[in-house]
């Protein structure tokens, strides 16, 4: 009989309590493959096995992807020096994306109380609990022209924006946020939003936008100047974000 077939035949409240069972376990099997992993590590297995590093024994040995080698990598290496990680590992309290936010800000001073803290959290909940740990300065914003690729649809996005922008009243000074004008370009698949806390109050905003976003965007500036002079990115989007919220909320 296929496990498929078993599946099947299950109760509701039998296919769930199972699915919470074999979540459990997997969690038991994951902290024990750390523990593994963290002595191969130790022990530089790796090279005996033909690999340059554990990195590489990770994806060439064991098929992790790059993002799994490294997260469980980083995660070993910190749970040899504090136990309690594979603890709350083990028990669910905190998942391994999580833990991998955390481990390069955890001591042995403070793993406790933060690993507390971020139990049961989202891993944008925990991005903000890091962000708390270990502030990050303003960054500088950006508003530049990706390279055009000759087999990108001719309305694919063509430019980048970013910004940090704090919780506080507009007339305060912002905080601006983004990629460093040298950074390389990413393929088009690879251009995605995202949105990270750099402090308790303020966050890095990051997107790619179309030509004719931009030169809206230029001309709202234009229009802004009144009331911000010297067209600051982070004050002109955090005005029409507040004009945009107050009107449909309305």
Not at 210 to 221: D, G, I, M, N
């Amino acid at each position: 009989m296929s496990s498929q077939i078993v599946v099947e035949s299950l109760s509701s409240s039998d296919l769930r309590n199972g699915t919470h069972e074999l979540v459990r376990r997997s969690h038991g099997v994951e902290a024990q493959l750390l523990v593994y992993l963290g002595e191969i590590e130790e022990r530089k297995l790796y090279l005996d096995w033909s690999f340059s590093s554990m990195f590489a024994y990770c994806l060439g040995e064991l098929g992790f992807s790059e993002d799994v080698a490294c997260n469980r990598i980083a995660i070993a290496r910190a749970a040899r020096s504090m136990p309690v990680i594979l603890d709350v590992l083990r028990s669910g309290k905190v998942h391994l994306a999580g833990l991998r936010s955390l481990a390069p800000h955890l001591t042995t001073e403070n793993q406790d109380r933060v690993l507390a803290e971020a139990a049961g959290k989202s891993k944008r909940e925990i991005e903000e609990l890091v962000a708390r740990l270990s502030p990050q300065p303003p960054v500088p914003t950006i508003v530049r022209k990706l390279p055009d690729r000759r087999n990108s649809a001719p309305e694919s996005a063509t430019l980048s924006f970013g910004i940090a922008d704090p919780v506080a009243p507009p007339d305060s000074p912002p905080a601006l946020a983004l990629v460093p004008p040298t950074a390389p370009a990413p393929r088009r698949d690879e251009r995605r939003a995202a949105i990270a806390p750099l402090s308790e109050e303020t966050f890095k905003f990051q997107f790619t936008a179309s030509r004719a976003c931009h030169e809206k965007f230029r001309q709202a500036q234009d229009l802004l100047r009144h009331r911000v002079p010297k067209g600051d990115v982070a004050s002109n989007v955090r005005s029409r974000v507040h004009g945009t919220s107050a009107r449909i909320g309305r």
